[in-house]
């Protein structure tokens, strides 16, 4: 086994200086597979289902602490996985946006205003992988996989609750292609079945409002996990903004394009027609 393991590590998929993402499951694999164990075995001494573990193997899922730690403790591989955990975190969220990636998974509600892709919570597999490879970036593998984990706050005991204003553009841009927006719209209209997330479309005949200098999220807290805060998008890089006078004047904002979009019963009937549009 030891006469693999340079050819193995010599695939550049698995290169740290290429992914750490994909160091991180290939080191798995290569562990897992050392010890006699299936997917389905590890996923069961560790708690989780086969397909994460099939996913984290593949580099399209960021592992949690909790998992590396458990790792290391079922393949006996002395803290190797909590060793490697942090650097993956750090290619996997970029360093100022990782304060806002662990409030969200505390915060009550996360309130957003989108103009140019339906919001990162909301996007099915294919759309983010489209609007990834669409920027060209370098590590788009990465920020894939990073951006589906953040999902898995929809998934948690007592997710928050989501409200969210996309601009009409939102819908008539087909990001990835004609068939996967009609997935993404069917996606979107499917949530909106859910109590806790609610929809609305800001139209284009509202003309000028208070999100024209574009995108941002806010995060509202209990008092005991602190402030609210909110993330707002940059070309190079977001900001994470904490000052109560900031988060107020967004809230404003965000109050204001409430206003102006259509009610949530309207928004889903123009998904809906968009989505039949596409579909012929």
């Not at 809230?251 to 928004?267: E, N, T, V």
Request: glycine content about 6%; some cysteine.
């Amino acid at each position: 086994m030891t006469a693999e393991r340079p050819r193995v590590n010599g695939d550049p998929k698995a290169d740290p200086k290429v992914s750490t993402l994909a160091y991180f499951g290939t080191e798995l694999r290569i562990r897992r597979e050392e010890a006699g164990l299936s997917q389905a075995e590890l996923g069961r001494r560790t708690f989780c289902t086969h397909s994460y573990i099939s996913r984290i193997e593949s580099a399209s899922r960021v592992p949690s602490e909790e998992f590396a730690q458990r790792c290391d403790c079922v393949l006996g591989t002395s803290g190797t996985f909590t060793r490697l955990w942090p650097i993956v975190i750090e290619h996997a969220y970029p360093d100022w946006f990782r304060p806002f990636v662990e409030l969200e998974k505390e915060a009550k509600e996360v309130w957003s205003f989108q103009n140019q892709v339906v919001p990162g919570l909301l996007q099915t597999e294919e759309y983010v992988r489209a609007v990834f490879e669409g920027a060209r970036l370098p590590n788009a593998q990465d920020l894939i996989a990073a951006r589906l984990t953040r999902q898995q706050v929809l998934e948690q005991e007592s997710p928050p609750e989501i409200w969210a204003v996309l601009d009409e553009g939102i819908l008539r841009r087909p990001i990835g292609g004609p068939h996967i927006m009609l997935r993404q719209l069917e996606h979107l209209l499917r949530y909106t079945a859910n109590p806790r997330i609610v929809l609305q479309v800001l139209p284009f005949t509202s003309g000028a409002h208070a999100g024209v200098n574009g995108a941002f999220a806010g995060l509202t807290m209990d008092k005991e996990d602190g402030p609210d805060v909110v993330y707002v998008d940059g070309i190079v890089r977001g900001h994470v903004l904490a000052r109560p006078k900031e988060v107020k004047a967004t809230r404003r904002a965000y109050d204001l394009l409430m206003a102006d979009a259509l009610s949530p019963k309207a928004s889903v009937d123009l998904m809906a027609a968009t989505a039949k549009e596409l579909a012929r």
